[in-house]
């Protein structure tokens, strides 16, 4: 028996043949041309391709596991659209007089290189992302597509040096028992879909071919990783793996039982949903209903803009499984930092104080109109409430009731019937708590957003790791707006 100690990022453990996961990096050899458009155009080609490959693949990742963890893929979509990325690359082409594989594969090491000099572990983690691209767009230029993983006939615990997302992804979940790598921290892509997954993961394990094969226990609680555990050790862990499933088991049994606090408090709990997939969880594990379905993986990681058809279709769906209960849906709410090709919006110095949500919505009335007609016209199949992020005036809520009353006229004039519904607001920002009292009367309900409330009380940018220390929603601040919003 051997211990190996890493680091845990996913909880959990599993006990399995440890499976040593390779795949073999090809060398780029850079060659030399005298067609100088043809390699440009090859570039090209390979960028649209792998462009409509990682939509899908956002797609797909969104179904399965919901739109935050799909975001990685459209991430990848602006590293492929980076102009600065792009033009090294065709500058290389041309100057250089190189074929394309030579480009891509200098750009890639150029700025994974950037990322991995960096110190703040978050963006150190973002060269897998650029390395990930890279392979993507060389696979297209050599002509081939998504290579196939290792098949496996039982389920194993998956060892590698590192993975990257769109391996991850590709993998059957039904066929891995635990993620290990040697690189990788708990902001990695691996870590991030592990935990997504509910499968156990370790980083910072160095290992050797030698160990493909043999028997492992992956504890998720201590970081360990025991090669070959003796009887007794082995005994232990599958005890502490049973008491895990006696512990889901009893989760289990509390469906269908009331929400209620110990000393008697009652409260219904709703689920946070980003896909149609998580809208069945959600009924599966007792939700009282919805109270945020995040409609952004209809738009994100798509080349055009989802018609009205194809949103009414995914609403209609939401309220019909839901079958009667509450289902709030959050109309479109991106920004600068979150978007794709289509929305055409210029860049931002400060995109969480820049156009979103429904002030992008309000500029681009052809867009939110659309999304209006699908929701409304879904209000017939269900128990429907409309929400509206990023709220801090009254005017906003009339422009905002303004466009919908034209939709109801439209819809009728069309002969297309609609059901009721609520319409409410996200309490996010302090603005909109200062006048919370007013905008109670312009709506049906408030949803307050703590994680933009405390980063705009706070003036903490909740996506910097650095000041983690800082971002507290419990600061007193934080709970004193809370306290006044309930009241107003």
Do not use: W
């Amino acid at each position: 028996m051997k211990k190996y100690q890493g680091k845990s990022v996913s909880e959990g453990i599993a006990i399995g043949k440890l499976r040593v996961y390779s795949r073999e990096q090809r060398i780029i050899e850079k060659r030399r041309t005298e067609d100088v458009d043809r390699e440009l155009g090859r570039f090209e080609d390979a960028r649209a391709s792998v462009a409509l490959e990682l939509s899908q693949l956002y797609q797909e990742t969104a179904r399965k596991a919901g739109d935050q963890v799909a975001a990685i893929f459209q991430g990848h979509s602006l590293i492929l659209q980076d102009e600065v990325v792009i033009d090294f690359i065709r500058e290389m082409i041309r100057t250089q007089k190189v074929d394309a594989e030579s480009a891509v594969a200098a750009a890639g090491e150029k700025f994974a290189g950037v990322f991995e000099q960096l110190d703040d572990p978050y963006f150190k983690e973002r060269a897998a992302d650029v390395k990930d691209v890279k392979e993507r767009v060389l696979r297209k230029l050599r002509g081939g597509s998504e290579e196939p993983d290792q098949e496996e006939e039982e389920p194993v615990i998956l060892i590698a040096r590192e993975l990257t997302p769109s391996q991850t992804v590709c993998m059957d979940p039904s066929k891995i028992l635990g993620f290990v790598t040697e690189l990788g921290s708990a902001n990695s892509h691996v870590a991030i879909l592990s935990r997504a997954m509910g499968i156990a993961a370790l980083t910072g394990i160095r290992f050797t071919e030698e160990m493909d094969g043999k028997l492992v226990v992956l504890d998720g609680f201590s970081g360990e990783l025991i090669l070959e555990p003796d009887e007794t050790s082995l005994a232990g862990y599958q005890e502490k793996q049973k008491g895990q499933e006696e512990r889901q088991k009893l989760l289990a049994e509390l469906r269908g039982k009331e929400d209620v606090t110990a000393d008697g408090r009652r409260m219904d709990l709703f689920a946070n949903v980003g896909s149609l997939e998580e809208v069945k969880r959600a009924l599966e594990n007792d939700a009282r209903g919805i109270g945020l379905f995040r409609t952004e993986f209809l738009y994100l990681g798509k080349t055009d803009f989802p018609s009205e058809e194809e949103q009414f279709q995914a609403y209609k769906e939401a309220l019909e499984q839901m079958e009667g209960k509450k289902v709030i849906i959050r109309t479109l709410d991106v920004g600068a930092d979150k978007q794709t090709d289509y929305l055409q919006m210029e860049p931002e110095a400060n995109p969480a104080l820049g156009c979103r949500g429904i002030r992008l919505c309000l500029r681009r009335p052809d867009i939110f109109k659309t999304q209006l007609r699908a929701l409304v016209r879904a209000s017939a199949y269900g128990n429907l409430g409309i929400l509206y992020p990023m709220i801090i005036s009254v005017d906003e809520i009339r422009q905002i009731k303004a466009l919908v009353n034209e939709v109801k006229a439209e819809l009728e004039e069309e002969g297309i019937s609609y059901g009721t519904f609520e319409q409410g607001v996200m309490i996010e920002t302090p603005a909109a708590v200062m006048i919370s009292s007013a905008l109670a009367k312009e709506v049906d309900f408030f949803s307050i957003g703590t994680n933009d409330l405390t980063q705009y009380t706070l003036a903490v940018d909740r996506q910097d790791v650095k000041l983690d220390d800082l971002f507290d929603p419990r600061h007193p601040a934080v709970m004193e707006l809370i306290r006044m919003t309930v009241e107003n």
